[in-house]
């Protein structure tokens, strides 16, 4: 029985959509005749049937992608018995399976509708459950495709494969009246495709820094805590997420007249401080509801777009340790007071340090509004994995044209920024139009979500 | 050569006052009035005792138990010969012995509700708890009798009981063995009620007598009239002197009825006729004594109600001790595992409690 | 100090209890006219006389349970199963008496007792006694099993094991009884029964073993440090049951990776609740799965087979490499 592997494509793919079959289980093919059509990131191809035989099996229907090294095939080729045992052609798949990483190869899939555990070490298990990292989103560098400890603490700082840090072991002799667990046992599998190392992206050179002292005096300050997890959550997103900005401007007179105009009255009954914040999230949650692939995340390994059907609101809130996102829980549900207290409470929490973790996960979407601190415009970086964010920057009065004439108007100017391998700039311009409309005629906010 | 004789047996029976009530006067023991009245106040315990268990057990306010019955002046009478510094080692059907020596009913009761703590006996009350194991607890008695002698108690002996069913088991005959080897100051008495569950005494060995199986040992043996608490008394106070004079032990087969079922998850009618039963009626130890003891001008028929009140109202009060209690902690088995602290334990009791306290709070 | 072998330090032991103690006795078959038939009691009636020292009629159940009805009374009997082959007599005493008469009198009547035997093959001997059914006693509730791998630690566990408030199967690996001699104080020395005691230190890799196999081990250590220069940490067991639970999670956490070497048949040995152990504590440690070299679920052969039926030296370092490259 000859077991067909899907080969190397070119160019370094090392996966393809399965177009359309040529044959179908119990025909008979010549060598050389097509055998199935394939679609890659560059163009279609057909695929000629290695042997000559009889069709024994397939694997993938049309629409399925399949995978370098797997199976697709099995031929029970003319003149073998059919108690021969299956040739898997080692040789000629070494050939054609690439092994070096190419540009743009995704990063570890596992196989087609696979939902067994990641192989990995119990104190390996520990290490990725302290750091936050999921196993299955974690490039393995051990042999039979075990994830290590190196590997899990290599992803948890940014992405880069850890080199295989232990040699394959000898053959095994061992305690021959050991039985030991199928784990160890199991054969060498198709070499699992690695993901670029730095080095790999084209003109990317990290150099030494050179030494500052040598230009004058200069202080060194442990990069820690919140700065450091900060930095790491910038990189992140901004390698993984292309970043769109779209900007705009509220008009935001009459909106301030009435949250003035209520504002004692609030505070004096609840002790709460209506602030311009509270009134943009209201109507952004509302927007995420009808935008909803901008209240999303994007699930690369399984390919999937999560959609979550709630709206947490996330706030950047700047504290004496450095910038915290609290969380308000189910924001679609809140009115504009209500999105106004849990702000004040959260971010008083977050300047006293009291804050639960509990309060600084969870969010679906984050708002950062840098204009009390002055700002005519920004460009945020999304909060990953979030897929969109919305910056406000100083309200501030401007001379503007309504029906020929010039006034003066309080102007919000605000920008979204959005991950555009998930929304494109029609989407965003759309969610911006009408967040827009509602900020600034209040009554439409008031009947509208 | 002609064929030697080198060695014979002769196994005695002992009797003073049949069934019918003939005394031999040679032979009966010298107790006085107090004696033969508290003699015949503790059988009476025992009966009394054992009767309303069974009661209790057919109500589900008592697990499963061997009742003693037909068998009081067998473990009673062999018990009242005791010294205090003795020590008594039970199998298990010797309400009589213990009630006798020392150990309390409650406690009895609480040991066939389920409890450990019915066990544990008062300060100084030497007396082991029943053996479930049969035969195992002789070896016991005679490790024991050699461990207080070797402690410098020399006057020490130790009682100790088997059923005809026992006496066929390893145990039995190494006990046997070892104490005649150290001339050890035990009295084995078997309680051969002719019954062990199904099994009658003839399918237990096809020795004649269960008393000759101390010849095998080359210690002293004889059988007596169980029934005839005379009888034992006097054979039990004569082994005890030899062991005490340093003589060895001595086994005494005390042949006796059982007339109650094995245990009270025991069908008789299975193995044995009611005609039988009935015919061992006749025979049964405490109508005889007490005819001796009224004929004696000790205790006449209305002492003997009196008497028989008297004793129930201490096995009621026994009862209710023990449905008034509260049950013992649950954790207690953790407690003495070992004599010494270790990880392993500390950890599995904190892990039951806590599944305790959940099961209560789900309660 | 003296140099001395297991033989000796196990007999220095009973001299100096039965000297400190006088309700310490001794009893068995052969232990006192002929000394024990490994010698272990040489020496002890005469100094102690036959009141002490008892030559018994050959019946272990009777051993046993006499010896408990002793230990009830308060003495302190110290009794020989000439082969732990022939121990198994003696057990349904062990376990349905003196395993319980602490528990089953919630601590009236306690049964501070030594049932010593030699065990374990390795000495071409006959049928029967070459077995290693250390597990079988160690899962009894309510029995200590204590088994010394050398002479000093002989010496000092059989004097714990003698003042021991409960039963102590003392298991003396016979392989081990003249095979080396090591110093061994001349004054007491007594070691804590339900300790392991770490007799190398390493960060690479835990190896248990106990009795017989630590000379196994050690050469396997040696071996695997020349080839390799790992760093092994070698753990001697010394107590069966209660396990020191502690002292093997202690290491396990620190090095991550673990073989257990049992001379005893595989299934269900001590190695497997040691397993267990490691799994319930310091799971998340392990690099690697917690190895076993053990003996052979057959019967024992008969000691032409012998040598290749124990664990070797080659056994145990395939083992530790197997653990360390996984």
């Known amino acids: ?449 | 050569m002609p064929l030697e004789t080198i060695q014979t047996f002769e196994i005695q029976r002992l009797g003073v006052l049949d069934a019918d009530g003939n005394l031999d006067t040679d032979l009966e023991p010298d107790l006085s009035s107090e004696q033969l009245t508290a003699l015949m106040r503790a059988m009476l315990l025992a009966r009394e005792a054992d009767q309303r268990m069974l009661k209790l057990q057919r109500q589900g306010r008592l697990g499963t138990f061997p009742p003693v019955l037909g068998q009081e002046a067998t473990q009673t009478a062999a018990a009242f010969a005791m010294a205090e510094q003795d020590w008594l080692v039970p199998a298990f059907r010797d309400l009589g012995a213990l009630l006798h020596h020392g150990y309390s009913l409650v406690n009895y009761l609480q040991y066939y509700n389920g409890w450990e703590e019915g066990n544990q006996v008062p300060e100084g009350t030497r007396i082991l708890p029943p053996s479930v194991v049969v035969g195992s607890s002789l070896l016991h008695a005679v490790g024991l009798a050699w461990g207080k002698r070797y402690q410098g108690e020399p006057d020490t002996a130790v009682l100790t009981f088997i059923g005809d069913g026992g006496t066929s088991e390893g145990d039995f005959y190494e006990a046997m063995n070892f104490a005649g080897v150290w001339k050890a100051p035990v009295v084995f008495v078997i309680q051969n009620n002719q019954w062990a569950i199904s099994i009658p005494r003839d399918a237990q060995t096809s020795a004649r007598t269960l008393a000759q199986k101390a010849v095998a040992a080359g210690i002293a043996g004889i059988q007596v009239d169980g029934n005839d608490a005379l009888a034992v008394y006097r054979a039990c106070s004569e082994a005890f002197a030899r062991a005490r004079a340093g003589e060895g032990p001595t086994v005494i087969e005390a042949v006796t009825y059982r007339l109650g079922v094995h245990t009270t998850a025991d069908d008789p009618r299975k193995y044995r006729s009611e005609e039988e039963e009935k015919q061992a009626w006749s025979r049964e130890p405490l109508l005889r004594f007490a005819t001796y003891l009224d004929e004696k001008g000790v205790l006449d028929a209305e002492g003997l109600e009196r008497m028989r009140t008297e004793v129930k109202a201490e096995v009621q009060a026994a009862v209710d001790a023990l449905e008034a209690m509260e049950p013992h902690p649950p954790e207690r088995p953790f407690d003495h595992i070992f004599g010494t602290e270790h990880t392993v334990i500390t950890e599995q009791r904190e892990s039951f409690l806590a599944s305790v306290r959940a099961a209560r709070k789900e309660a | ?326």
């Open chain 3, 1 to 326: 100090m003296a140099r001395m072998n297991m033989v000796q330090a196990i007999n220095l032991a009973l001299h100096q209890e039965m000297e400190r103690d006088p309700s310490v006795i001794v009893m068995g078959e052969d232990v006192g006219k002929d000394e024990g038939v490994f010698r272990v009691t040489a020496g002890l009636l005469d100094r102690f006389g036959e009141g002490r020292v008892l030559d018994t009629p050959l019946a272990e159940s009777g051993i046993i349970g006499t010896a408990i009805g002793m230990a009830i009374a308060g003495v302190r009997p110290v009794t020989e199963m000439q082969f732990s082959g022939f121990s198994y007599l003696g057990i349904p005493q062990l376990e349905g008496n003196g395993s319980r008469y602490r528990s089953r009198t919630q601590g009236q009547r306690t049964v501070p007792m030594v049932i010593r035997m030699p065990y374990g093959g390795g000495v071409r001997a006959l049928e029967h006694h070459s077995e290693s059914r250390e597990a079988t006693y160690a899962h009894m509730p309510g029995v200590k099993v204590v088994i010394p791998s050398g002479p000093r630690n002989a010496r000092a566990l059989m004097a714990a094991a003698i003042r021991d408030p409960d039963p102590v199967v003392f298991m003396e690996p016979k392989r081990s009884y003249r095979a080396f001699k090591e110093e061994v104080p001349e004054t007491s020395e007594v070691l804590p029964i339900g300790q392991a005691a770490v007799v190398q230190e390493g960060t690479d890799l835990t190896l248990i073993a106990w009795g017989a196999m630590l000379r196994t081990a050690r050469q396997a250590v040696r071996s695997v440090a020349e080839a390799r220069g790992s760093s092994i940490e070698l753990i001697d067991l010394q107590t069966m049951s209660p396990l020191d639970v502690d002292t093997i999670a202690a290491s396990v956490k620190k090095t991550g990776r673990c073989v257990v070497v049992q001379e005893a048949p595989r299934n269900l040995g001590m190695a497997s609740e040691i397993i267990a152990q490691i799994n319930d504590r310091v799971l998340l440690w392990l690099e690697a799965p917690v190895a076993r070299v053990t003996g052979f679920d057959v019967v024992t052969p008969y000691f032409a087979r012998e040598l290749g039926y124990l664990p070797t030296p080659e056994r145990v370092e395939a083992g530790i490499l197997e653990t360390l490259d996984f």
């Open chain 1, 1 to 449: 029985m000859f077991e067909f592997l899907l080969p190397d494509l070119g160019e370094g793919i090392h996966e393809g959509e399965i177009l359309r079959w040529h044959v179908a289980i119990g025909d008979s093919i010549e060598e050389d005749e097509p055998l199935v059509d394939v679609e890659t990131d560059k163009a279609a191809v057909t695929i000629p049937s290695p042997k000559s035989g009889r069709v024994t099996a397939l694997t993938g229907k049309p629409g399925e992608v399949v995978h370098t090294g797997e199976v697709i095939c099995s031929i029970e080729v003319s003149g073998e018995s059919h108690e021969a045992a299956p040739e898997t052609v080692e040789v000629e798949t070494a050939a054609l399976v690439s092994t070096e990483a190419g540009v743009g190869a995704p990063p570890f899939s596992p196989q087609r509708g696979e939902r067994s555990p990641i192989p990995a070490a119990p104190a390996t298990r520990r290490i990725a459950r302290e750091l936050g990292v999921e196993l299955a989103a974690v490039p393995p560098s051990g042999h039979a495709r075990r994830v290590t400890t190196e590997d899990v603490r290599a992803f948890a700082a940014g992405g880069a494969a850890a080199q295989p840090s232990r040699p394959a072991p000898a053959p095994r002799q061992g305690d021959p009246a050991a039985a030991g667990p199928a784990v160890r046992a199991e054969p060498a599998a198709p070499p699992a495709s690695a993901t670029p190392t730095i080095s790999s992206i084209p003109f990317l050179e990290i150099n030494p820094l050179p030494d500052y002292s040598e230009e004058g005096p200069v202080e060194r300050i442990p990069f820690r805590s919140i700065r450091r997890k900060v930095a790491r959550k910038m990189v992140t997103s901004m390698i993984l997420a292309p970043h769109v900005a779209h900007m705009d401007e509220a008009d935001v007179t009459e909106l301030e007249a009435l949250r003035l105009s209520q504002r004692d009255r609030y505070q004096d009954r609840d002790g709460v401080r209506l602030n311009l914040m509270s009134f943009v999230m209201r109507a952004v949650a509302r927007g995420l509801q009808d935008w909803p692939e901008l209240n999303a995340s994007l699930d690369p390994v399984r390919e999937e777009l999560i959609l979550k059907r709630y709206v947490n609101l996330g706030f950047a809130a700047d504290t004496e340790r450095g910038l915290v996102v609290p969380v308000i829980r189910d924001a679609h549900h809140k009115s504009v007071l209500a999105l106004a207290k849990d702000t004040a409470t959260l971010a008083a929490e977050a300047r006293d340090g009291s804050i639960q973790a509990s309060s600084l996960r969870g969010g679906t979407f984050t708002i950062t509004n840098i204009g009390p601190l002055g700002g005519t415009a920004l460009v945020p970086t999304i909060n990953y994995p979030e897929v969109a964010i919305l910056g406000m920057a100083r309200v501030s009065e401007k001379p503007v044209v309504r029906d020929g004439a010039i006034v003066i108007r309080k102007i919000l100017p605000m920008t979204l920024a959005f991950d555009h391998r998930v929304a494109d700039g029609a989407q965003a311009a759309r969610f911006m139009t009408t967040l827009i409309r509602r900020l600034e005629d209040p009554a439409s906010l008031l009947i509208e979500t």
